[in-house]
């Protein structure tokens, strides 16, 4: 019988259509499902699954609710794409540098501190300017360059008055002296996919698509190539966009996306991107 | 097909459309979402907004 698969969403972006478009060119029966109307039962393991055939591409903009999609699948037995594991590493930043430094793979220098007199006194140490980021969070959202003393100590302040504990989880980069770019790859399975300059935007330093960034083909270095699949295996492997930056002493990699968001490349690669994700799919349901 | 807006009551004409797909009403500049109601026809209804933890 011919494997089945869904695409689970709550927001129909550039590329679920596409997925759902390379999904229809090859004949292969994919389920569309919205998240927002679904409710699952979590304590009957052998309820609900059958829905979701037999791989699920989970491409929820909500972070939170795909991961605890994810999560409640794969107790149902679903083979989800990517697992709980790799989209678990790869939401939260703090993690994801563990796990890219633990494999020996080149990455800024971070430090975490608790408590904003603590994150002061870690600048001071690691020196001006740095980067602040939420652990949680994507789209360069809440990203703050820190210039000088002045600028970080205000941070902290806004940091502090912000409800949700996790931003008093400080999170600190060096800032990376960079051209006005970085690298983003697609990975799928042990495959590079397609890889693109992001240039950012003439108003922003950061150089997310979602920002207004523009993308340009990118042609990978055999070490950059290797560096970006150990650091889609170092999180667990998937469908993955790893982003990478150009340093005077080489190429560092500061993260690893689970959900990855392809439109950039889309446009200026001449890869088939959706049909290679719809493929390893496909070849998962058949194992 | 014509739909109407949720927000603002205005006409909307659509040809093309999937479910979850994003339309933004021309009257009012409503980010819409398309669904299907319980007897399967296309209606609009409003957008989630930007969350938190939207992204990759």
Known sequence: ?287 | MKLKCPECDGDIEVKEVIEGEIISCKDCGAELEASKDKNGNFELKVAESEGEDWGE
């Open chain 1, 1 to 287: 019988m011919c494997p089945s698969l869904s695409l689970i969403y709550d927001r129909i972006r550039t590329e679920e259509k596409e997925l759902i478009n390379a999904a229809e060119k090859r004949g292969i029966y994919l389920r569309s499902i919205d998240a927002k109307d679904l409710h699952l039962t979590i304590t009957d393991p052998s309820s609900e699954g059958d829905i979701f055939g037999d791989v699920a591409l989970e491409r929820c903009v909500s972070y939170f609710r795909g991961l605890h999609i994810t999560a409640i699948l794969e107790s149902k037995g679903v083979r989800v794409i990517n697992r709980y594991s790799v989209a678990s590493l790869c939401g939260n930043k703090l993690l994801s540098s563990i796990m890219l430094a633990k494999c020996g793979i080149p990455t800024p220098k971070t430090v975490v501190a608790f408590t904003t007199e603590e994150a002061m006194r870690a600048l001071e140490e690691m020196g001006y300017p740095a980067v602040i980021k939420p652990v949680f969070g994507s789209w360069g959202r809440l990203i703050a360059p820190l210039k000088d003393r002045e600028t970080a100590q205000a941070i902290m302040e806004h940091r502090e008055d912000m409800g949700n504990p996790l931003y008093q989880i400080y999170y600190l980069q060096e800032m990376v002296d960079r051209p006005p770019r970085d690298i983003r790859t697609v990975v799928v399975g042990d495959e590079i996919v397609a890889s693109i300059y992001r240039y950012s935007a003439p108003d922003d330093w950061r150089t997310n698509i979602a920002r207004g960034g523009r993308a340009e083909v990118c042609s990978l270095n055999e070490r950059l190539r290797e560096m970006i699949l150990k650091a889609a295996s170092a999180v667990g492997g998937g469908v993955l966009g790893v982003d990478a930056m150009e340093t005077k002493s080489g190429e560092v990699i500061h993260e690893v996306n689970s959900t990855v968001e392809f439109k950039g490349a889309m446009s200026v690669s001449e890869v088939d991107i959706p049909g290679k994700i719809v493929e390893y799919a496909l070849n998962l349901a058949k194992k």
